[in-house]
């Protein structure tokens, strides 16, 4: 079966073209402007070798915020996206789909969390947060320079369900399969279905009859 | 049980095992033993002619060999399927089966086990669980004194159905008891034994000494117990109507039972923790309440699924909140109480939300797999060139490599989970993950250490624990050191040894080798292969005569915010307290060994001419950081 | 050995070996329902409630309690603990921490006889509790000598120490006295013979 999965289209580190980055610092309201000042942030993004287009965004995860990006990605005819804002746990899925809105492959956007580990964590040294945002940026930067686009890959799919164990949780999983008009292979070791829960006799908490 | 046998899409293959998975989501391919019942399933109609005939009686396992079975038989009246089976162990060849089936012919000595191949595009893995065997528990007796008996067993002794016809009684004289008593935690929440609580045995002790004051409104019977448990609905209001048909509940782990050899009386001495007194009452017979273990072949099930399993052997789930049902395994999901002890409405709610999961896969024509996964150099990897290596085959925890010597190592790209510990392990550097290329992970180093390295604290975290925790620290705002500049990939076992020789390279100051803890990794065992590397680092470190405070191991899981910051913080402490030019001439000594370590790091293919472009962000920084 | 003393009862019994399992106890009463000294000698004596105490830091009533002093470490509940906590090295560690309070063991203890002890250290060696050691002490017209000496804080009144002495120096003065086995052992022989 695997030789009928591909092996994801990949040709190396460098992509064959020229990376033009859009970089988009995230305010998040006064959660990182209020520690850095995010307008250096942008200038300094913006003098960084590659990067085509730098911009400072109140909520990048917001739908205006989201739509500039989406509008940048025609207008300045960017191939990479950097976002700097939050943390990948938060907003990777929500950025990975907004930029393929605009028609980029989503694994070439990269983010720079200067929020959860940046201003939320160097509130009291704003100097070092701003220079600690900048470095971030910067790899951000750097690391989607050399960004692949990637396909998810894709494998197909045996219609037939295989449940192991004929207890009461196998059981119903069963059923519950089945009913989806799945086909499902019950498979139990011993001579009998019914598990555990055919050797009790009543059960708790409303004591009725196990089988 | 009967619905499943009657939904025409269920096939139930009794008497059955699984022999080998293999494959991947989607596309299992697996081997089913059906073992040979010398019953035709075709011809048997089940009117028990075979069993009346059998001469030979052997225990039966289900009525916890409290009664005995035919070596034709079946487990129970209401077996599903309906169909005979001939013990071949028990059976003397006598042949007087075959002659009682008659003309129905179902009776068949020539069968053998058979071995089918079924394509599968998901798993609901529902093994269930095992029980103790008090035996080894000397001090209650049990196998020794007769009246002491085991849950199970007296599940048999007084269900309608069981080898009494339900009428309680003792087995030493099969005479009715008055006074019974029952023992929570025998052989759970023991550390000799099972650590762990078993979930339900508070409630089934409950609702047997219930049951049995049902049947016999006059029986005195106490519950020796640690803590009761009842957390799910309705379980308190139970514990309420025991209490209220006066069941004793009383607090205490006894230390063991005594035994009048002539009546077989039994003594439970034990402390009554809310009276701070000893005490020791006489019963006519003790049930154990025994623990719930892992199914005694479970090792094994677990080998041949390839799920792992939790410290105390139940399998592992992905994540124990968020993904309980999932297994590591893409399409191989666990219900009920194989994957931990479970009462009976939590296994029937984890057997829909299996199916549920299984469901998303099985209603799809395709099904998307994440893409950072393993691609080999083919023509850098030196099995292709005959020599022998295998080394990424050992690093894979999920045997998504394919190792044949002479021939370049193939990751099998479905089954890769694309944790990078090949990558992290590969000596020859033939292997990359996708998305996480040593050309970008090398890129983000270089600039992030590209003003005042010496100042800068480098920290390697895994994406699922480590950086976690320095999520948390931020959000509950736990401040440390600015001076850190943080690093993700999948798992500690991608951080490769070149990226941190690359770090002290370009003169970082400090180094943070940071994943989770070794029983939270998301990749099975990716952590132990990180934690191996990083020993090894430390000791090459100190042989190299770096100042131990310049490298540290911490496993830091998501919930670790406060340790995080703590961790930083010593780190910049110690750091501090190295003198600066005393750092700096230390970084200078030690960057030609470096230097010598990544000889071939412009070989990987995609570094040099990356580096290239890196240097003009570098060089761009530093002219920005240090105004002319 | 130094004891950490500014810190809470719990802490230092942690830090003494034998004392580190201490917060693992769920009081369950099995060690208390397994103890020998309870059932034959002492009705109110409580393992388990002697751990409680030690965990909340109640150091005056786990001094006083009778539990510290009795314990002779025959270790019959260590077996039998589902926490495989060793309940006599948590009640030693209390007991030690009694004693450098300047607690005095409220029961007997072997005491030598200073005039006629020859240190010849066979006590020392027979003490299954380590109880016994030699130490230099100034007697009046004798001088510097060495001579045995007993820890009260780690003596269980065994009497083994009394039985191998070879000139009744070390002894047992109130019960299990010489005299009063001697004439216990008469009476068992007597009744014997009768």
Known sequence: MSEEIKTPNYAGAMPGDNPRIGVYVCHCGSNIAGVIPCDQVVDFAANLPGVVHAAETMYACADSGQRLIKEDITRHGLNRVVVSACSVRMHEPTFRACVAEAGMNPFLMEMANIREQCTWAHGHDREGALEKAKDLTAAAVAKAAFLTPLDMIEVPVSKKALVIGGGVAGINAALDLAEQKIPVILVEKEPTIGGVMAQLNKTFPTMDCSI | MVDAARQPLIEVKAYTEVERVEGFVGNFKVTLREKAKYVRADRCNGCAACAKACPVEVPNYFEMNLAPRKAAYIPMSQSVPLIYNIDMDACIHCYKCVEACGALEAIDFSMEDKMVEEEIGAIVVATGFGHFDPTPMTEYGYGRFPNVITAMEMERLNNSAGPTRGSLMRPSDSKSLRRLAIINCVGSRDKRYNSACSNFCCMYAIKNALLLKQMIPEMDISIYYIDIRTPSKGYEEFYDRAREAGIKFIQGRPAGITEDPDSHQLFIKSEDITLGRVVEHEYDMVMLNQAAIPQPDQNHMSSVLNVAQSPGGWYMEYHPKLRPMDSPTDGIFFAGACQGPKDIPASVAQGSAAAARASRILHSDTWQIEPTVAVVWEDRCVSGKGQACGICERACPYGAIDYTKGISAEVITAKCHGCGACVGECPHDSITQLHYTDAQVLAQIRTLLAVEPEKKILAFRCQWCSYGGADLAGTSHFEYSANERGLRVMCSARMDADLIYEAYRLGAGAVLFSGCHPQDCHYITGQIAGAKRAARLDKMFARMGMNPARFRTEWISAAEGDKYARVINEMQAALDAIPQDELKAEIERLKPEMEKKLSKLNQIPGVEEAMIQVDFIVSEMQNKAVPV | ?194
């Not at chain 3, 769920?26 to 208390?32: E, H, L, R």
């Not at chain 3, 299990?176 to 008469?186: G, Q, S, T």
């Open chain 3, 1 to 194: 050995m130094s004891l950490p003393v500014n810190s809470k009862l719990a802490e230092q019994v942690k830090a003494i070996p034998g004392g580190e399992m201490l917060m693992m106890c769920f009081s369950c009463g099995t060690c208390t329902s397994k103890c020998m000294i309870q059932e034959k000698l002492e009705p109110a004596y409580n393992p388990r409630r002697l751990i409680r105490e030690a965990v909340f830091n109640l150091e005056d009533m786990a001094f006083n309690d009778r539990t510290t002093w009795l314990c002779s470490a025959c270790d019959l509940c260590y077996p039998a603990c589902p926490q495989k906590i060793h309940i006599s090295g948590v009640i030693n560690a209390v007991k030690q921490l009694a004693v450098a309070r300047g607690r005095q063991n409220p029961y007997q203890t072997a005491k030598v006889d200073e005039s006629t002890c020859v240190a010849c250290e066979l006590c020392v060696e027979i003490c299954p509790y380590e109880a016994i050691s030699l130490i230099g002490k100034k007697v009046p017209f004798r001088g510097m000598i060495s001579m045995a000496s007993v820890d009260p804080g780690k003596c269980m009144a065994c009497g083994i120490c009394n039985a191998a002495c070879r000139s009744t120096s070390i002894r047992l003065e109130q019960d299990f006295n010489d005299n009063l086995v001697v004439e216990n052992l008469w009476g068992w022989l007597e009744s014997e013979a009768v």
